[in-house]
């Protein structure tokens, strides 16, 4: 009724304030003298040649391209460049994912918060490594240094990264509907994350997937938890979900969440 909508609304109208709050607090703290001293020395190491635009500007980390020009006169490599942000407001619902790990005590504190981070940052670069080795289409990790993650660009030879899923645009030649082995090919994708990595994604959506030429590419996984993790199970429901929304929207007649489940666990 008319007071549970008022009510919703005002709720958020006081959240997309503290957001613009945030996001300019936070954009503002990424690149601090810690973060370019990072990327200089990384500079200087030859790790990257140049540190270009943000790709993609997040509530917790920003992706900037860059470029690594060979000694050997070879054509330059793309990298991406992840780095996390040190602002507050971002761990408040990344407390639930930690587990068994160094736990710290939080507040306001900016050091305990650059150790935070830190660990994000450490986990999604062991957890890419993971994927990687099993085989998984992620982002090959290369380097990191504190909050900033060096990795493989996913895009094309002139720097133009691939589409998150949700922007793909499939050719439908034929009649069966483009999306459909999408679908099935990220069922054995999450099924192979589970078994061989023993990992579930935890926040695996059509923005955490980038597409090409009918290939998916897994990333984002700093929150990804092992599959003994008392709420990987709860973790791994809300993916399916998530994923089988995402498909059917997409007019794909996908298989019950249940049995989906039970192909990854089973
Ligand atoms: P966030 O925590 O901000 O969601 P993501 O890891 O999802 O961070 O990256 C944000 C965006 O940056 C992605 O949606 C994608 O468009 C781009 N991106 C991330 N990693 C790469 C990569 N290795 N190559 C190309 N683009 C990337
Ligand atoms: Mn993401």
Redo the contacts with the bound molecule.
Sequence with gaps: DDDFWNGDDRTGEVKDKDKDKADRATNELVMDQRTRMILLKMISRGIVSEVHGA?????????Y?AVLDPLDGTRPL???I?IYKTAILVFKDRERYITGEHRFKRGANKKNNREMVKQWAEK?FRNLKRLHAAGIP??EPLELKSHVLV?????NKRGY????LRDATLSDEGTENPWRPVYIQLLGIMRRLFRVCNLVHA?LSE??I?YDKNKL?I????QSVEHEHPRALQFLRMDIKNVGDFFRRKGVDTLQDRAIFDFITA
């Design positions: 790709i993609s500007t997040g509530k917790e980390a920003n992706v391209g793309h990298r991406a992840k999604e992620c982002p990795m493989e660009f996913l895009g990264a691939y589409p998150r926040d923005y955490n980038l590419y990333i984002d996984v700093s």
